[in-house]
Each structure stands twice: as structure tokens, then as C-alpha cells.
């Protein structure tokens, strides 16, 4: 069956980078683009970026152009996620997801969480 | 960029009762809208893509309808699991794919 299974929570001080990773198992992962997905506390989800692991190529939301990098790894079939320069406004739960077909988010990871806090 | 509007954001039903959830988009999205679910603590999960297609293993319960920029999720009969978040999102023009903001369905 699929698994989507990301890193652990993470507390970052403003300014810091986080890195996080998402896992598959149980599909094509080089099939398939994974977006990465954001939920601020209490709040609705906001798309962030897309990669393909096919070939690296990426799109970026233009809100985070430039304060992301999204890679994979498809020896392990792990995709990565960046965001640099973060602010308090950077609290939330980061999903990743893998895509039926594009922009249908089939495969959720079960979240990371990420803090950011002086 | 679409922007998704959901209403009502809260629909309080009691178990049993049918469920109507509405999205709107800015412009026409033709039928690439999909739904999800979201419970407390959970990541979201596929209902519905392509407006009307049911995902695997979703219970028939749930339906999906609309087309251009009206979309509505029907749940036929309410059971205790389905009380939850619901968010649309579209995905004919990128980037973004673009939510809207979800509505609530709780127990009356």
C-alpha cells in the first residue's frame, strides 16, 4: 500500500532555513509531481510549489519564489523542501503530496510541523 | 490567480441529514476541481476530483456536481465520520493551485 511518511517536527529561530523530507513507498514515485502544501494554525491550506522527480523541474507559488527549493532524490524516493529566511509568519504544518495526475493531491504525508520562535 | 470561495463556512446537520457544501471560483476552472477532506490531527484526503469522480475507496455517500464556476459536494446521508473540514481546490490554472478557504461540518 502507500506511504507517505515526512521528517519530524521542527522549531526554527526567525531567519533560519528549514529542510524537510517526505518518504514514498507503494507507487511510481518518478511518475508522479508531489506539491508541498501549507496549513498556518487554525487556518486553510495553501499551496506552495510542485516538483516532478522525472526530471527536477519545478514551479514555485510566486508568494514563496525565491525563499524555496524544492528536490528529490529518486534513489530513495525522497522529496525535499526548503524555505529559507523564516518568520513567526512560517508556523504551520507542512504536507507533502504525491499527484494522481497534476494538481489531483492523492498520497499526503501526515504533516511536519514547524515552529519558528525567538 | 482563481480564487475559491466556500460557503457556508459552518453547516451544523445532525447525523442522517443530507449535506450541501458549495465552491465558486473567480473564473471558469471547466471541471478541474477536486475536493478533500480534513479531520483534527489528520493530513487531507481525496474525495472527489474532476468535479463528479469519486476517489478510490470513497463511499458513495459523497458526490460531487458542477461545472465552469458552481461546484457543490453533496453527502447523501451524514455519518458520524463524515464531520469534518471540507476544502475545494481548483487545478486549471497554475501556479497556484488555489483552495478555498473550507467549510465545516459539524454535529448540530
Known amino acids: 500500500q502507500v506511504q507517505v511518511v515526512q521528517s519530524g517536527g521542527e522549531v526554527k529561530k526567525p531567519g533560519a532555513s528549514v529542510k524537510i523530507s517526505c518518504t514514498a513507498s507503494?507507487?511510481?514515485?518518478?511518475?508522479?509531481?508531489i506539491s508541498w502544501v501549507r496549513q498556518a494554525p487554525g487556518q486553510g491550506l495553501e499551496w506552495m510549489g510542485w516538483?516532478?522527480?522525472?526530471?527536477?523541474?519545478?514551479t514555485y507559488a510566486q508568494k514563496f519564489q525565491g525563499r524555496v527549493t524544492m528536490t528529490t532524490d529518486t534513489s530513495t524516493n525522497t522529496a525535499y523542501m526548503e524555505l529559507r529566511s523564516l518568520t513567526s509568519d512560517d508556523t504551520g504544518i507542512y504536507y507533502c503530496a504525491g499527484e494522481a495526475a497534476a494538481g489531483i493531491l492523492v498520497y499526503w504525508g501526515q504533516g511536519t510541523h514547524v515552529t519558528v520562535s525567538s | 490567480e482563481i480564487v475559491m470561495t466556500q460557503f457556508p463556512a459552518t453547516l451544523s446537520m445532525s447525523p442522517g441529514e443530507r449535506a450541501i457544501l458549495s465552491c465558486r471560483a473567480s473564473q471558469s476552472v471547466n471541471t478541474n476541481l477536486a475536493w478533500y477532506q480534513q479531520k483534527p490531527g489528520q493530513a487531507p484526503r481525496l474525495l472527489i476530483y474532476g468535479a463528479t469522480t469519486r476517489a478510490t475507496g470513497i463511499p458513495v455517500r459523497f458526490s460531487g456536481s458542477g461545472s465552469g464556476t458552481e461546484f457543490t459536494l453533496t453527502i447523501s446521508s451524514l455519518q458520524s465520520e463524515d464531520f469534518a473540514l471540507y476544502y475545494c481546490?481548483?487545478?486549471?490554472?497554475?501556479?497556484?493551485?488555489?483552495f478555498g478557504q473550507g467549510t465545516k461540518v459539524e454535529i448540530k
Open positions: 481546490q481548483q487545478y486549471k490554472n497554475w501556479p497556484p493551485w488555489t
Open positions: 516538483i516532478t522527480p522525472y526530471n527536477g523541474r519545478t
Open positions: 507503494g507507487y511510481t514515485f518518478i511518475n508522479h509531481g
